[in-house]
């Protein structure tokens, strides 16, 4: 978190109350995978993806990384009945925790889950999506391993609409894009670079959390 200490927790008091169903995840994350639970969004960025969802009045979500669900079950709750939520991971035991939450709460109808690499996820959409198999998306959201960013980007401009939305996590990495010294932070503070000239979209970058960056695609 880069927030001064007790800010986000600020926040979280003066909003809308969150679902009960999110501290349960979050304990599961825990004992599940203790050494990486904080890569869940956090439950301010949750309901920023909720809102947008709503505000949009999207249908169609991709998103890239399942890890255990939290994300996706913010996409659920706001998806209408007839919405559906396509995600992307590699790793089956952490979907397996996503998958059964999804189940307990009868969203499991409502949810896509290709396990497998993203890329080979990524190509077989494009595929369908050229072919008229598989309408457009009206939202993406990216939060998978950083080094493939600009991919998924590229991937998520021929799989969503224009006018849909792109949403990215992590783009801030703490602060360290200010002095990108690892491979992620480098990764991402390229990605970040390449956003500002990019015509292609209307973007900005959010200082919640970690970083959560909006692109509209015009």
């Known amino acids: 978190m880069i927030f001064r200490e007790g800010i986000e927790k600020y926040c979280d008091e003066h909003s809308s109350l969150s679902d009960p169903l999110f501290r349960e995840l979050e304990e599961e994350?825990?004992?599940?995978?203790?050494?990486?639970?904080h890569m869940?969004?956090?439950t301010i960025e949750g309901r920023l993806l909720?809102?947008?969802?709503?505000?949009?009045g999207a249908t169609r979500i991709l998103e890239f990384g399942t890890f255990t669900g939290c994300s996706s079950l913010h996409f659920l709750k706001a998806l209408p009945d007839n919405g559906k939520l396509t995600t992307l991971d590699i790793d089956e035991k952490a979907v397996a925790v996503a998958r059964k939450f999804w189940s307990s709460h009868g969203w499991e109808s409502?949810?896509?889950?290709?396990v497998q690499d993203a890329h080979a996820s990524v190509s077989m959409l494009i595929e369908e999506v050229d072919s008229g198999k598989r309408p457009l998306f009206d939202l993406a959201f990216i939060d998978a391993d950083k080094s493939s960013y600009e991919?998924?980007?590229r991937a998520s401009m021929?799989?969503?609409k224009k006018?849909?939305?792109?949403?990215?996590?992590?783009?801030?990495w703490s602060g360290d894009v200010l002095n990108p010294q690892d491979k992620a932070a480098k990764a991402i503070h390229a990605f970040n670079e390449a956003r500002r000239t990019d015509v292609r979209v209307e973007s900005l970058l959010l200082p919640i959390r970690d970083g959560v960056s909006?692109?509209?695609i015009l």
């Open 110 to 114: 409502k949810v896509e889950s290709l």
């Open 40 to 42: 869940q969004v956090g």
């Open 214 to 216: 909006l692109f509209q």
């Open 158 to 160: 021929k799989l969503v």
């Open 50 to 56: 909720s809102l947008l969802t709503r505000l949009s």
């Open 151 to 153: 991919d998924y980007f």
């Open 29 to 37: 994350t825990r004992a599940f995978a203790p050494k990486v639970a």
């Open 163 to 172: 006018g849909g939305l792109i949403i990215v996590d992590n783009t801030l």
